[in-house]
């Protein structure tokens, strides 16, 4: 059995722990049968080859009595690198013990799972649904909600040093004076109804326009300001993915060559993909 989950790129700027797009980078997870002890075979680095790593805690925290397992851990996705390769893992984790112990659980109960364990659906809800999607908690629970998808290429700048979500987190403010607050949420709400009006012009001016996190995330990753403006000779939108340090473009696909050439020009010499929109989400290949 193979559990293929995509990455996803949160926030899409004023989106703030709340909008995610699935993209077309991958985790995949093979069983390859049952073990005296959970054995991870992997080539990620430093992440544990045993019942420590996150995949197996996840699927021990949704179905406590399962069997050790050898698995083969295979991804394209970079880790701490805001493409959301902490949510692809709780998603395969979730999804292992749905199979493993025949769970049958739905995909608003995976998205309930998931959100619970990341505290935010931004990334989980897309890794689990596909697509675009928004999402949040109220009344205890999480809703997402899928929108259309942007016919465009998202063209993601992954620099080489990691950021840890909860470092690009701890630069936060812990308050919002009550009025910036409200125009943040504005702008984030005029976003989501631009996305779902499939007005694009209007989706990047307001891509651009956060007010929540960009700014004060700016400082830790220097590249962001140089793409946005490299951006606008092509009618491009950037914004910080996730909490970084990729940088996302929202750009027409006849344009994508010529702006990966300027990023290059202007020494911008790190990892580009050009990603596409994931529809499927995450997928279990029964062979
Ligand atoms: N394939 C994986 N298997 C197990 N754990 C993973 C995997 N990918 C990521 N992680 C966990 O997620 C952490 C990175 O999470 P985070 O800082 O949120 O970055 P990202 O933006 O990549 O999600 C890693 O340090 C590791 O603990
Ligand atoms: N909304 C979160 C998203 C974190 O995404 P990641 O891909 O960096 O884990 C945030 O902006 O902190």
């Avoid at 016919?151 to 690009?168: G, M, N, S």
């Avoid at 009025?179 to 651009?208: I, R």
């Amino acid at each position: 059995m193979k559990i293929k989950v995509p990455a996803s790129s949160a926030n899409l700027g004023p989106g703030f722990d709340s909008i995610g797009l699935a993209v077309s980078l991958y985790l995949n997870v093979t069983v390859k049968g049952s073990a005296k002890k959970w054995q991870v075979d992997h080539q990620l680095g430093d992440l544990p080859h045993d019942e420590d790593n996150m995949i197996v805690q996840i699927a021990f925290q949704v179905a406590p009595q399962l069997s050790p397992q050898h698995l083969e851990v295979s991804s394209d996705i970079p880790v701490t690198h805001g493409l959301g390769s902490s949510s692809s893992a709780i998603v395969a984790g979730i999804e292992l013990a749905n199979q493993l112990a025949n769970l049958k659980l739905t995909k608003a109960a995976k998205v309930e799972i998931a959100s619970q364990i990341e505290g935010h659906p931004d990334n989980v809800a897309p890794a689990i649904l596909g697509g675009l999607v928004v999402g949040t908690n109220v009344a205890q629970h999480f809703d997402a909600v899928e929108a259309p998808l942007p016919p465009y290429d998202f063209v993601a700048y992954i620099p080489t040093y990691c950021l840890a979500t909860k470092k690009a987190r701890a630069v936060l403010p812990r308050q919002l004076d009550y009025h910036a607050a409200t125009h943040a949420s504005a702008v984030a709400n005029t976003l989501v109804a631009a996305l779902f009006k499939q007005n694009y012009s209007l989706v990047k001016e307001l891509m651009e326009a956060d007010d929540f996190h960009e700014q004060y995330r700016a400082q830790l990753v220097p590249e962001l300001m140089t793409i946005r403006q490299l951006g606008h000779i092509y009618d491009a939108a950037t914004y910080l993915s996730g909490a970084g340090p990729t940088i996302m473009t929202m750009i027409t696909p006849e344009k994508t060559a010529a702006f990966i050439e300027a990023l290059r020009k202007n020494g911008l010499s790190d990892r580009i993909e050009v990603l596409h929109p994931d529809r499927n989400g995450v997928v279990v290949d029964d062979q």
